[in-house]
């Protein structure tokens, strides 16, 4: 139903517990002392950003009538083991039939980049990779966010695969000792918005579908530039 995918499409923009880690990282480099502040600050910026997402989507499907809400409430009793274990079993199975597949190819294809360069020779240096080139053909879309570095953008990609990871990207790389402060705030709010980890967009495929996967990838993506890029021009005026 409509609602159920709009509920769905809203996910994205809370910050799950992965994201804590490029939060504290980043507030506690160029904030200190306000870290806190910062952290709580981005939690309850994603949720307004939620919340005006679901107005602007109700707006503009006005026209159309809400869907019906029926709940057919069930006999409560408690629930016997055989039970819940042929429950976890059955969930369990559909995610690792379903989404694991996706986690295991991305997961792949960013080691393959990230190990290898465009002759297919194995890499001491991430920057000669082919992850490394290709952040470096993407970069220029960065540079109104002031961060056109093509390491930055690497740690965006293997973002994609696992949050935390663009951490570790950063400190391997040593992104953190070329970012200025308002570079910081619109690196926050990029990983903020930007599109969840392969295993969120393989949950939206498995209940939505490939179409609604790659909108949702296109249009978080597309809502943390324009929000980063306001966000880093109003940090310069600071």
Not at 13 to 39: E, Q, R, T, W
Not at 99 to 128: R, Y
Not at 170 to 179: D, F, I, K, S
Request: with cysteine; proline share 4%.
């Amino acid at each position: 139903s409509r609602d159920r995918r709009m509920t769905i499409l809203l996910v994205p923009f809370m910050s799950c517990s992965a994201k804590i880690a490029v939060y504290a990282f980043l507030a506690n480099a160029f904030f200190p002392g306000k870290a806190a502040l910062v952290m709580l600050s981005l939690y309850l910026f994603g949720i307004v950003a939620g919340i005006l997402y679901a107005l602007a989507a109700k707006f503009l499907n006005r026209s159309r009538e809400a869907d019906p809400f029926v709940m057919e409430l069930p006999v409560y009793r408690l629930p016997i083991a055989r039970n819940v274990g042929h429950l976890l079993w059955d969930k369990t199975k559909d995610f690792v039939q379903k989404a694991f597949t996706v986690i295991f190819v991305a997961t792949i294809i960013i080691w393959f980049l990230q190990t290898f360069d465009s002759g297919f020779k194995m890499v001491e240096n991430s920057e000669q990779s082919m992850l490394s080139a290709i952040a470096g053909w993407i970069a220029p879309v960065f540079r109104p966010l002031g961060l056109d570095d093509w390491r930055v953008v690497t740690s965006f990609i293997s973002g994609f695969l696992t949050k935390e990871s663009v951490v570790s990207t950063m400190e391997m790389l040593g992104v953190a000792q070329t970012l200025t402060v308002p570079m910081a705030v619109s690196m926050l709010v990029f990983c903020l918005l930007y599109t969840p980890c392969v295993a969120a967009i393989a949950a939206v495929r498995r209940e939505l579908g490939t179409k609604w996967a790659l909108i949702t990838i296109v249009f978080q993506c597309s809502v943390a530039w324009v929000v980063a890029f306001l966000a880093y021009r109003i940090a310069l005026m600071i």
